[in-house]
């Protein structure tokens, strides 16, 4: 019940744009950072690693996307940096 319940909330904080979860990033963090042991504070502090575990899901994303085109092929992908 509590797992099935914690899911609904991740997939209601994932179905947010990412840049308007970076934004409120900041907002989170500076109330948790003024550490008014509170009601408010805690939920401050829960959101903020909420919204920062959407940034940790996407970058493993795209680091998982990077290896896997390296992959292909067996070298990695080359790209012409100088001239």
């Not at 900041?26 to 509170?38: A, D, G, V």
């Not at 903020?48 to 994303?61: D, P, S």
Request: proline residues 4%.
């Amino acid at each position: 019940m509590i797992a099935e319940a914690i899911e609904r909330l991740a997939d209601r904080v994932l179905a947010y744009d990412e840049p308007d979860l970076n934004e409120l990033l900041n907002y989170f963090k500076s109330r948790m950072e003024q550490l008014e042991i509170s009601p408010a504070w805690e939920r401050a502090v829960i959101a903020y690693f909420l919204i920062n575990g959407v940034r940790v899901k996407n970058a493993l994303k795209r680091g998982n996307t990077a290896k896997t085109e390296r992959q292909q092929g067996g070298r990695p992908t080359l790209r012409l940096v100088k001239v």
